[in-house]
């Protein structure tokens, strides 16, 4: 079934145009094309991937889709899971749904398309998953746990969360390449998308000029419809994110450094940098939005401490670290250092995705939890690898 891959991805170019005038309705110009270029590589790699597989997996596979990243989600855990499996399923999140079924509508003609849109309220959607080979979850966690007590706890549930992604730029950082960098990654998609950072960390040596470079970089950014090519902020389209990240902005304003503003009537919000004085304190919630807080530092144990605190190990994904050698770990605490790279750089469609933190990524099964960057095809694909299936890294 590998063969199918490379008709797929020939089948998202030749409709690229459609594809992203639809995105384009829920996302920005930029970030469209960027999801269709992630789906298509996924795509072209997808023969690869499943080339250490023999024959099927059966079974049927239930996906709670996200609310953003709509044709991306549905290529990793649609088009590829039906690749081994007999059925895939998919609820789209009531944000989206429109625009999901859209989507669908144009990949009707997809040859040998395994996916089926289930057009039913959560409740159904969780009885389909009670017979499934595995569920995938994409969103909050305290509904993954909801959605767990009521299926069977032999299913396993592959949770895709999120976590604050921070940058460290450390005292040997370009504080240029800093600031592009965390710039672009920040306002991806008007800052709506889940590898956008939370929180740069800087070292005390060069933090008031980046300080002052990011303010800059961020006022810059043009305000500007999501149809415009290039970096903009346009309105936001998720109506609860502007609410919580207004409702951050107001709860922090004696700490706003740079924005704030807030147009409620066309729900925009200015980019806005967030200054707090203590890194030990500082752990902001997922904000999608272009919010970013800023905080500082002067030793790297004071970042690793911070790393392996009990809140950033629970939500632990993905680090990106400039300049700071004191911090070369493959993985600090729980979460995947990218290197001098934004998580978007290191993201890849073909491989494991997420970190160590059981809010990040983890597989949950029969009552116990294996924290783990996951991939579709390793965790329930026709021969799990060994670890997929051994011993948890946290009992519960």
């Known amino acids: 079934m590998g063969f199918l891959c490379d008709t797929w991805a020939d089948f998202l170019l030749e409709r690229s145009e459609d594809l992203t005038r639809l995105l384009t309705e829920i996302a920005t110009r930029d970030s469209a094309v ?4 992630s789906a298509i590589a996924t795509l072209r790699g997808g023969r690869a991937e499943m080339r250490q597989f023999e024959g099927t997996a ?18 990793l855990f649609g088009l590829m899971p039906g690749l081994w499996c007999d059925e895939v399923l998919i609820r ?6 429109e625009a999901v079924f859209a989507l669908h509508g144009i990949l ?28 995938v979850f994409t969103g909050r966690y305290e509904n993954l746990h909801a959605i767990r007590e009521s299926i069977p706890s032999a299913v396993p549930i592959l949770g895709f969360g999120s976590g604050p992604n921070p940058v460290v730029a450390g005292p040997f950082a370009d504080v240029a390449e800093v600031v592009r960098e965390t710039t672009s990654s920040r306002l991806f998609n008007g800052g709506q998308d889940c590898l956008c950072p939370d929180l740069l960390i800087a070292h005390s040596s060069i933090y008031p000029e980046l300080r002052e470079r990011l303010a800059h970089a961020f006022a810059e950014v043009p305000r500007a419809p999501r149809e415009r090519p290039g970096l903009i902020i346009p309105p936001m389209f ?7 990240a207004c409702s951050f902005i107001e709860t922090h304003r ?32 997922e904000l999608f939005s272009p919010v970013i807080c800023l905080t500082s530092y002067h030793e790297a144990t004071e970042v690793r401490a911070w790393l392996t605190s009990e809140t950033e190990t629970e939500r632990g994904m993905y680090v990106s670290v400039y300049g700071e050698p004191g911090l070369p770990d493959p993985v600090l605490g729980t979460s995947v250092n990218c290197g001098p790279r934004t998580s978007f750089q290191a993201e890849d469609g073909n491989r494991p995705f997420g970190g160590y933190g ?11 939890v294996a924290a783990r960057p996951l991939l579709l095809s390793r965790e329930a694909g026709p021969h ?13």
């Open 34 to 37: 960027a999801e269709l270029d």
């Open 58 to 75: 059966g079974g049927r596979v239930c996906t709670f889709l996200p609310s953003n990243n709509v044709l991306y989600s549905y290529v």
């Open 92 to 97: 789209p999140s009531a944000r989206t749904r």
């Open 108 to 135: 009707a003609g997809l040859p040998h398309n395994p996916v089926t849109m289930a057009d039913v309220s959560q409740r159904e959607f969780v009885a389909l998953c009670r017979e499934a080979r595995t569920v």
């Open 238 to 244: 998720y109506n609860d994110a502007f609410e919580a």
């Open 254 to 285: 004696e700490k706003v450094f740079s924005g704030g503003t807030v147009d409620e009537r066309n729900l925009r919000l200015e980019p806005t940098v967030v200054e707090f004085p203590c890194l030990s304190e500082t752990h902001p919630p």
């Open 358 to 368: 059981r809010r990040a990524s983890a597989r949950w099964q029969a009552g116990e």
């Open 384 to 396: 799990p690898a060994a670890d997929a299936v051994g011993t948890p890294l946290v009992a519960r």
